[in-house]
């Protein structure tokens, strides 16, 4: 129980974040939203759709990110499209 009553305050603090961005951008304020320390890969999702600028994740939530099975799905299917392309249209990034 304790832990759902944590999770929805961070929800809620999302939404905050979200509203906080809406004012920043309609003020033209210089002013930057931070979402500091993430700490798993639903909270970052959450600070990306609330539109912070500035995002720290520390190593282990992106060990989260990178090392599961959809993200691995999805980058091995990518990277097969990729191959198929032109080696010319390639180049420019590749090297």
Known sequence: RYLHRVDRRLR????RDRDTRKAIDQMD???RLMAASIRNPDYLIDAIRA???VIT???VCW???YKNPIFEMAE???LE???KLPAELRAEYEN
């Open 12 to 15: 809620q603090m999302c939404i």
């Open 29 to 31: 304020s210089p002013t």
């Open 51 to 53: 539109g912070s600028h």
């Open 57 to 59: 994740v520390p190593p």
């Open 63 to 65: 060990e989260k990110v």
């Open 76 to 78: 091995r299917e990518f």
């Open 81 to 83: 499209s990729w191959r």
